[in-house]
């Protein structure tokens, strides 16, 4: 049982079906792992161990009246930024600390639909504002590669969750880089998709013209395979796409032979830790050696990225948060009796200081007199930006860099002072500004035998290109199945 632990979906989902295992068997080994490892990691903050296993007896009687779904029984873990009916929805903030939402998420509910089993909700920076996951109202979480480090942000929970293997495969969302960078920083596979192929309904706003969700795992094959499940059009959704779904691993096993791979000049310029340079290079390398070129490419405005992310989305926050949209987003705590009332008690709960930080910088470039500088500013670089990367793809079919310009740092190390955290994001956020895809693969280790991520761009829609480029690199490496010790 215990080589479970550290297997692929395939793996998982072949045991199930040749009934060496069940669902409820499965579940009850990483609830097992959870209450024995999370004390010290801190990645989920919300467990209910009767639902999970009542929810896998039911995959296993799927499973026996002869459903064949792919990912049937499978347990995860959903960032506690997705609604999920019957359970606490917190999105780390106090302010949702007894939020028990009525309803899911349609990520949850079609998970659900594709078989899979809830394990319990993962830990987050409040409201996924931040990089490190020490804005958290219900603590910081540790990375497993190192507990004195952070695990990345906002989706630090869900990176940690599956470095310290208590779940096959988690959700995340990514509204500036919280799947890549936590991905990077715990030697995991994560995908922002294209912004519109899954649906942001029941997934608690921070800036919507920036958010989307997607998967991560430990390989890209475990990712496409969950991605599958997650994607489709919803009416519910005013930014859904309305698109043909695809099969995500359709290509995996294409070979790379001609794949043209650009480099942009920006994304290796200063500011990259020396260690994390020479994994980037070294997995570059390797992949010439798969067949593919490498081209010299430039993103000329991607300097501006941070600051016009950092004026963007706060003003999107700002005008969520401060509203409180309990209509939009069904925030309907039992305890309200009307929406004033949630508005006025909420706000007494009051928000971190990172979130009304944030919102004191997206009401000001908001406001009269200030919207033409910053906010309207800020859209004009976004246009450049996604304008860049329409051109570098005439040039190359993926674009590679780092996902992160460091590798896990120490707790304290970066919290205070906001312009280093921010810069945290400085390879990641330009993606999410174009609405393109977006992944980080584990490429190797720097110093401290501190994972690195590779980040892999993709044009929009080309999430099953990006898939296939990532499996070619794991079938010819083994970083994405290495365990941090003690695990
Ligand atoms: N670190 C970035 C921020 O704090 C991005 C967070 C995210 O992608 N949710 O805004």
Same mark, same amino acid.
């Given at each position: 049982?215990? !080589? ?9 989902? =072949? $045991? ?40 896998? $007896?039911?995959?296993? =009687? ?39 939402? @009525? ?11 594709? #078989? ?23 603590? @910081? ?72 969700? %997607?998967?991560?795992?430990?390989? =890209? ?29 359709? !290509? ?5 032979? #001609?794949?043209?791979? %650009? ?43 941070? @600051?016009?992310? *950092? ?17 939009? *987003? ?43 500088? *910053? ?40 919290? #205070? ?7 945290? !994001? ?20 720097? =110093? ?9 761009? #993709? ?13 070619? *690199? ?14």
């Amino acid at each position: 049982m215990s !080589d479970l632990i550290n297997a692929s979906l395939r793996e998982l989902s =072949a $045991a199930l079906e040749a009934k060496q295992v069940s669902s409820v068997e499965l579940s009850t080994m990483f609830l097992d792992r959870i209450e024995k490892l999370n004390p010290e990691i801190n990645a989920f903050v919300t467990l209910d161990r009767a639902k999970t296993l009542a929810q896998a $007896a039911e995959m296993d =009687a799927r499973r026996a009246a002869g459903d064949t779904s792919p990912l049937l029984g499978i347990p995860l873990g959903h960032k506690d930024i997705f609604c999920t009916e019957g359970w606490l929805t917190t999105c780390g903030s106090k302010m949702l600390h007894n939020f028990v939402s @009525p309803y899911d998420a349609t990520v949850v509910t079609k998970l659900k639909q594709a #078989g899979l089993v809830t394990l319990g909700k993962l830990n987050m920076d409040e409201f996924a504002m931040g990089s490190s996951n020490e804005t958290s109202y219900f603590g @910081p979480v540790k990375n497993p590669w190192d507990t004195k480090r952070v695990p990345g942000g906002s989706s630090g929970g869900s990176a940690a969750a599956i470095a310290a293997r208590l779940a096959p495969v988690v959700t995340g969302t990514d509204t500036g880089g919280s799947i890549r960078q936590p991905a990077s920083l715990c030697g995991l596979t994560g995908l922002k998709p294209t912004y519109g192929v899954v649906s942001r309904y029941g997934m608690i706003a921070f800036a919507s013209s920036l958010d989307q969700a %997607g998967p991560m795992a430990k390989s =890209a094959e475990d990712c496409a395979l969950l991605l599958n499940g997650m994607v489709g059009f919803d009416e519910r959704d005013s930014t859904s796409l309305q698109r043909e779904t695809e099969d995500y691993t359709r !290509d995996l096993n294409k070979p790379l032979s #001609g794949l043209r791979i %650009g480099l942009p000049k920006e994304f290796f310029g200063e500011g990259m830790a020396d260690d994390v340079r020479a994994t980037v290079e070294a997995a570059l390398e390797q992949y010439r050696q798969l067949g593919a070129t490498t081209v010299d490419i430039t993103l000329p405005n991607s300097g501006l990225s941070v @600051p016009a992310y *950092y004026v963007i989305a706060p003003a999107e926050a700002s005008s969520n948060l401060s509203r409180f949209d309990g209509v939009r *987003y069904g925030y309907r705590a039992p305890e309200f009796t009307n929406l004033d009332d949630m508005y006025s008690k909420s706000r007494a709960q009051g928000f971190g200081s990172e979130v009304k930080r944030r919102i004191l910088i997206g009401t000001y470039v908001l406001s009269h007199g200030y919207y033409d500088a *910053y906010y309207l500013q800020a859209q004009k670089i976004r246009r450049l930006i996604a304008a860049d990367f329409v051109e570098a793809f005439k040039a190359c079919d993926v674009i590679m860099g780092p996902a992160s310009p460091d590798t896990a740092f120490a707790f304290g190390e970066k919290s #205070g002072d906001p312009v280093k955290m921010y810069l945290s !994001d400085i390879y990641t956020i330009s993606t999410n500004l174009a609405g393109l895809p977006g992944m980080s693969i584990p490429a190797g280790f720097g =110093a401290n035998k501190l994972p690195v991520g590779l980040q892999i761009i #993709g044009n929009y829609f080309d999430e099953a290109k990006m898939f296939n480029v990532a499996h070619q *690199y794991q079938q010819v490496t083994s970083w994405h199945r290495e365990m941090p010790a003690g695990i």
